[in-house]
């Protein structure tokens, strides 16, 4: 029986309209100003796979780990921004209030998966009955990318929730 869920929040207690591209646009521009090769980089790509050519590039370059970890501030302050734009689209997915708050009231641990950039922003809508706050850099488990529905979490007691995809 499970004694814990993490909720993931985008597309599961909240939706929110992140101009990813745009997002994705201005992370590019960026890196191309410090020296990322020009054709490297794309908007279509994740920002994982953005991150992963970056640090690739960086580490062929010979760039210190002092101004690695200034160039991630200036980009996740740059990610920061577009998505402190969408804090005006949120809104909160039907019945998640009253799912979180029955769940409270049965003793269940609950925790928030989110990604730390977006905690800020979406904060206001995931009520007060909330035990904790996980960011998805930390989780060491992701969810099956075939369902995208329950995934094995860092207990067999806690279930992890999130969208369901295509």
Known sequence: MFKGIVFDLDGTLIHSEV????????????????????????????????????ETHWEKKGVSNHERTKLRAKIEATMNDVELEALETVIEVPGAKQVIEKLFDMR???AILINKRA????????????NAKLFRD??????????QT???????YCANIGPRKG
């Open 19 to 54: 101009d990813f591209i745009k997002m994705k646009k201005k992370m590019i521009a960026f890196l191309l100003e410090n020296g990322t090769p020009e054709g490297t980089l794309s908007p279509l790509m994740t920002t994982v796979e953005i991150m992963r050519i970056t």
């Open 108 to 110: 269940y641990k609950l």
């Open 119 to 130: 905690s800020r922003i979406r904060r206001k809508s995931v009520g007060k009955n909330r």
């Open 138 to 147: 930390n989780f060491r488990e992701r969810r099956n990318p075939e369902t």
């Open 150 to 156: 329950i995934s094995r979490s860092p207990s067999p």
